[in-house]
């Protein structure tokens, strides 16, 4: 096994149209405005970023990102991730009856020095810290649309 790899997978249902949904996922710069644990983001350039990302467990996590996909008609983002951690992320938004599905997958492998030397004793609080913050996430991305006239649905 490979401590250092880490290799994530949520599923959102959000009651919003999936336009509305892809469209606030896309702007990656105006995620501290809805996710708590987005701490900063800024827009390097035309197709890249940088965020530093803190949950419960207290260290930040620096990342830059470059888009390799950003499809609107299929509604998936792709970025290539470095930083503290290197790999990729994905999300994925397809309709449903009642809103949107929104499926994010991530394939990492950590790159900080302090994160690799905890890789075996710490990795289920990694991986538990990393779902609180994808429940935050879902969580901030529903207020954020019922704010801009969507329905937010049960968290």
Same mark, same amino acid.
């Given at each position: 096994? +490979?401590?250092?790899?880490?290799?994530?997978?949520?599923? /959102?249902?959000?009651?919003?149209?999936?336009?509305?949904?892809?469209?606030?996922?896309?702007?990656?710069? +105006?995620?501290?405005? /809805?996710?708590?644990?987005?701490?900063?983001?800024?827009? &390097? #350039? +035309?197709?890249?970023?940088?965020?530093?990302?803190?949950?419960?467990?207290?260290?930040?996590? /620096?990342? &830059?990102?470059?888009?390799?996909?950003?499809?609107?008609?299929?509604? $998936?983002?792709?970025?290539?991730? *470095? #930083? +503290?951690?290197?790999? /990729?992320? !994905?999300?994925?938004?397809? %309709?449903?009856?009642?809103? &949107?599905?929104?499926?994010?997958?991530?394939?990492? $492998?950590?790159?900080?020095?302090?994160? !690799? !030397?905890?890789? $075996? %004793? *710490?990795?289920?609080?990694?991986?538990?810290?990393?779902?609180?913050?994808?429940?935050? *996430?879902?969580?901030?991305? !529903?207020?954020?649309?019922?704010?801009?006239? *969507?329905?937010?649905?049960?968290?």
């Amino acid at each position: 096994m +490979d401590w250092y790899r880490h290799r994530f997978r949520s599923r /959102w249902d959000i009651g919003a149209p999936p336009d509305a949904v892809y469209a606030v996922l896309v702007a990656a710069e +105006d995620y501290p405005r /809805w996710w708590p644990q987005v701490r900063e983001a800024v827009r &390097t #350039g +035309d197709t890249g970023g940088a965020a530093r990302i803190r949950s419960l467990i207290p260290y930040d996590l /620096w990342i &830059t990102a470059r888009e390799e996909r950003q499809d609107p008609a299929a509604r $998936v983002i792709q970025a290539a991730l *470095g #930083g +503290d951690v290197e790999g /990729w992320a !994905r999300w994925i938004v397809t %309709p449903r009856t009642t809103g &949107t599905r929104v499926f994010f997958e991530q394939s990492v $492998v950590v790159r900080k020095p302090l994160l !690799r !030397r905890l890789a $075996v %004793p *710490g990795r289920p609080f990694f991986r538990a810290n990393h779902a609180l913050m994808m429940c935050r *996430g879902r969580r901030g991305l !529903r207020a954020r649309l019922a704010g801009a006239g *969507g329905t937010s649905g049960a968290v």
